[in-house]
């Protein structure tokens, strides 16, 4: 790995594989495929029911996969580029790619055709698997424009005729079966080839290039290693609990690394792991597989938390819910102080039958925990989750620490932190607060960028987060406060941390979305995404027969969303509140660039997309200031 010749060695990865039984993903998937080879893996559904591979036939197309790779004359260490959403094919594109010794670059299916490029571009791709015909067509659209002037083979998972003469000469385009028999067909020649490489591969062999989101920038191609996948999937299921028993729905996607170690560790313990038809199936698709582990990014919880409370309904109805509410919140307190009193045990067991019961059953009724990650969870929704007997996992890390560096435990639930840090992760907290990490875990650096790999490694070998948090004592458990680059100076010299905000103020029923700004500005102000739906019925309540584009400029309800956010932020300092607005007329979108595809904001862009907005906050006359007084929002 020539590449690596100007990145540090992790020392901490070394150290743990001098003591680890299994150090590699070649060894886990034999040793797993082997004793679990009858048991399903690998599902997706038909709208009645989901179907599943076994261990035994997704270990025969992985092998399959690598003896094809090998076949094409790719060597070790060249990179396999996979452009697609979660279905059981992505894993065998995975796995395979490992075992014939070559990396893994995993791509997001939402990426736009630029973005697409340039990460097979600068990870130095040869081959690009794509699974619809939208992905197959930006590859080939690249390939033919000379963007991708290293890619030689393209892999169809999806049914896709190539007209003769539609991919540019010197790339081969292949369908996934076609693909599959080619590896099959020569898979007795190459098995000891295949062989020879899983067992010569070592913990601190890179085996996969997740890129970041690109927040800040482009992104940047994180190299991670095997030891980083594998101990991380030993001590979080260890920790949190997986079993063979365990059954995943998968729909965060697998290119995101939060959700490949779910599927890694889930893979670890034999477990089932079943593929949503897509987002919008996910209510259904709960109801039909019935899963016991559910990770996800917080707005998953955040719709449901909302449906819930809209159908509550009124009167009657909504008093015995908020009742219920009141009980689950009282039983778990009490729970976690060892004693419950016995009538509080008997109206809980109650409420837990009953109002409990129903919410339960929307989510297939066999939940044993979600997982929360990739951004920062509401309080609100995480103690409406725990009140109604859901267990929630809320847990932190990031792309280079592949990923987990913490994660509440079903032991240990504190709501408002992101857990204990994971068994051998050492984290401690820098003198500005930032969060800073050194273990098996941490990559080995990012791709053609050793000198800003640099820069995020100290003298000791701790990785940088760039993350602002805190460690309490007495439940061992860390939280995190906001973004080191994202914290936002005010023209005083004030420092205000946009999270917190943002996520108070997400907490109204009103707000879909918010963006915090005010970066050298004399006050903080906020872009506005409404609920359109209510701010529309609203309106004609009150007469506003107006448009939806009327409706963002109208002052009647920009100082109603005023008094709103207000309301949702009494509990920050005077400076730090929100003293004016700028309506959106649509939702940030993934597809602008504008959020990533776990929905973190990236600031830059929206910056720059709803630049008026911003300047309309502080250029606007003193009388058309519609903020709240200050004596009417400090309390």
Known sequence: MDFLSDYPVNQSLLDWAQEAEITTLPQVFTKVAKECAHRPYLGSCDGKKFNFKTYGEVYQEVLCFASALLELGLERFQRVANFSTNRPEWPVVDFGTVFAGCIHVSMYPTLSSEEMAYIVDNSDAVVVVASCKEQIKKVIEAVNNNLLPKVRHIVAMDRFEANQGEVKEGVRFWNWDEFLVSGRDTLEANRAAIEKICQET??????????????????KGAMLMNGNFVSQMVSLTKMVGLNKDDVELSFLPLSHVFERICYYALTYC???????????????????????????????????????????GGGLKDKIFHRAMAVGRAYREAVKKGK???????????????????????????????????????????NFFLDVNLCILEGY??????????VNL??????????????????KVADDGEICAK??????????????????????????????????????????????????????????????LENAIKGSTWIEQVVIVGNNRSFVGALIVPNFEKL????????????????????????????????????FSAYEKVRRIAILPRELKASEGEITPTLKVKRRIVNAHFGDFVEGIYNRPSEETFAVPEEKVTK
């Open 410 to 427: 079903p032991n240990n639930i504190n709501p408002g932190t992101v857990g204990e840090a994971v068994e051998g992760v050492q984290i």
């Open 439 to 500: 273990g098996p875990n941490i990559m080995r650096g990012y791709f053609k960028l050793p000198e800003e790999t640099a820069e995020v490694f100290d003298e000791e070998g701790f990785f940088h987060t760039g993350d602002v948090g805190e460690y309490n004592e007495l439940t061992k458990c860390y939280a995190i406060t906001d973004r080191k680059k994202e914290i936002i100076v005010l023209s005083n010299g004030k420092n205000v941390a946009p999270a917190p």
């Open 536 to 571: 529309e019925k609203w309106a004609q309540e009150q007469g506003l027969n107006l448009s939806r584009e009327e409706l963002v400029k109208d002052v009647k309800v920009e100082k109603m969303l005023l008094k709103e956010i207000a309301e949702c932020c009494q509990s």
């Open 340 to 382: 419950v009193p016995f009538l509080l045990k008997a109206e809980f067991a109650l409420v837990n039958n009953t109002v409990f019961a129903k919410i339960r059953q929307a989510t297939g009724g066999r939940i044993r925990f979600f997982i929360s990650g990739g951004a920062p969870a509401r309080l609100d929704v995480l």
């Open 270 to 312: 034999g477990s089932a792991i079943g593929y949503t038809r897509s987002i919008k199936f996910v209510p259904a698709d709960l109801k039909i597989l019935r899963p016991t582990v559910v990770p996800s990014v917080p707005r998953l919880f955040e719709k449901i938390f909302a449906k819930v409370v809209a159908n509550s």
């Open 397 to 406: 890390g990031l792309t280079e620490t592949s990923p987990v560096l913490c």
């Open 202 to 219: 070592k913990a601190d062999d890179v085996c996969s290039f997740v890129y970041t989101s690109g927040t800040t920038g482009n992104p």
